[in-house]
Every structure is written in C-alpha cells, then in structure tokens.
C-alpha cells in the first residue's frame, strides 16, 4: 500500500506537495468516495479520481536518452518539429522528459513516468551537478572564466559557483572547447552564462547527469536505467536538500 498523495504524483498528475493540496480541497475521490485527510493509503486495485477523472497507474519507468541537437524537450511540438518522446516508439508507458535541453544542445537527458521523481530531480534544491562541454567562439581569458566560477548577473539573477575547465583552444579558428558544472537549471542557462562574458556558444553537449553519463550511447539511442541508479539519484536529491534545512 502506498499513500494516495504519492500515486498522485508518481502519476505525472502534480507534484506530491499539490496532490496533498487537492486531497485537502475535497478534489480527489478513492473508489467513489471523497478522500480530505493525508494520510489514507492505497492498493493497485483502488480507483483513485482527481477532478472527476481517473489517474492512469503505470509501473514506473525510467530512461536516459542521448538527445541529438535538433531535438525538441518535449512530448509534443506543433511545429512537426522531432521531440525527444521520438526516440520512444511502441513504448506504452507515457514518459515525459526530466527538464530540458534547447533544441541545439545534445547531450543526456532523462525521461519517466514517475512524477514524483521528475519534480524531486528538478527542484532547485536538489542540487544534481550537471557537466557541459562548450565550444566558444573566442578564447576566454582567465580572468573572464573566474568570472563564471563565482556566478554572474544574468537578467534572472546571479548564478550559483561553478565549475569550470579548459578543455582545449584553436588561436587561428578562434574558438575554445570549456568544460562547464553546474547545479541548476535556469533555462538556457550555460549559453547565457558565457554570454554574460562576451563568448557564444558554438556548440553545447550535456556530458553527465550526477554519476550518470553517456557512456556506451551513440546520438539517439536510450537505455532504462536500472533500479540501484533510480535509487541513487533519489538519495542524492533528498541528501542535498536534508543538507539544505541545517
């Protein structure tokens, strides 16, 4: 038996915190009748309603994709434009990705149909470390790339201390290949980032994913993970936000 504010968010419905909410507000029904305290628990055989309509219980499923560039972070696109759920063909299970990756970046990329998980991943405090490889145009000075380790002003605010490497650079192309980490998830946040420093971004691939990498992969093949990686990324988003609330 499992409580029912979590079969809500594992469901994709909302995240756990929301589901208790719901539950709260009279909104959610168990086998036809009305459910408002926390801490009711559920079976696979119970009919579980929110707003009137049946949740679909799923077992849970879990994935890394190697997103190629050209890929939209997405279920769906109404431009007809390729989404990641592409890769995904004959799969029953309805998954959705992990946040996101722009349309030009490739690189790793995580999808499921657990909820909880997805928005425990995402949370700000969570704090997963997430590896880039740059390509820039120009060769950053020294000074410019410790600018980017103690955060820089962008138009959302600064940016928490990263990580950064000198991979390699070409003085006669002109450009430079950075190894960039971080651990947050603004939107087009490492493009942004060397923006903030007078490089564009050529090129951007995501290379890890807490110890997760794209070993083995070649662009646009995936593979499930297994139950002790699960388990390990969920240790490690709860471990950080323990730490958080010292």
């Given at each position: 038996m499992e409580r029912l504010q979590k079969v809500i968010a594992r469901a994709g419905i909302a995240s756990r915190r929301k589901a208790e909410e719901l539950i709260k507000e009279g909104r959610v029904k168990v086998n036809?009748?009305?459910v408002t305290e926390l801490g009711v628990k559920v079976t696979s055989s119970d009919r579980i309603e929110v707003n009137e309509i049946p949740i679909e219980r799923e077992e849970s499923v879990y994935f890394l994709l190697y997103k190629p560039r050209g890929v939209i972070s997405s279920v769906s696109d109404d431009k007809g434009r390729k989404v990641v759920t592409d890769f995904f063909v004959g799969?029953?299970?309805r998954i959705f990705p992990v946040g996101r990756l722009?349309?030009?970046t490739s690189?790793?990329?995580l999808l499921t149909?657990?909820?909880?998980?997805a928005n425990l991943l995402m949370h700000p405090s969570s704090e997963i470390e997430k590896v880039y490889v740059a390509k820039v145009k120009g060769v950053p000075l020294k000074e410019k790339l410790k600018k980017l380790e103690k955060g820089v002003r962008l138009e959302d605010g600064k940016t928490a201390p990263a990580r950064i490497k000198m991979l390699s650079f070409d003085k006669k192309k002109q450009t430079a290949i950075i190894e960039i980490s971080i651990h947050e998830g603004r939107n087009r946040q490492v493009?942004?980032?060397f923006e903030a420093i007078g490089h564009e971004v050529l090129k951007l691939k995501r290379e890890r994913y807490g110890f997760l990498t794209l070993s083995g992969l070649k662009a646009g093949e995936a593979r499930e993970l297994t139950p002790h990686e699960v388990k390990q990324l969920r240790a490690a988003a709860m471990e950080t936000k323990k730490n958080q609330k010292r």
């Open positions: 036809g009748i009305i799969l029953k299970e722009d349309y030009d690189g790793l990329l149909n657990d909820g909880e998980f493009r942004r980032m």
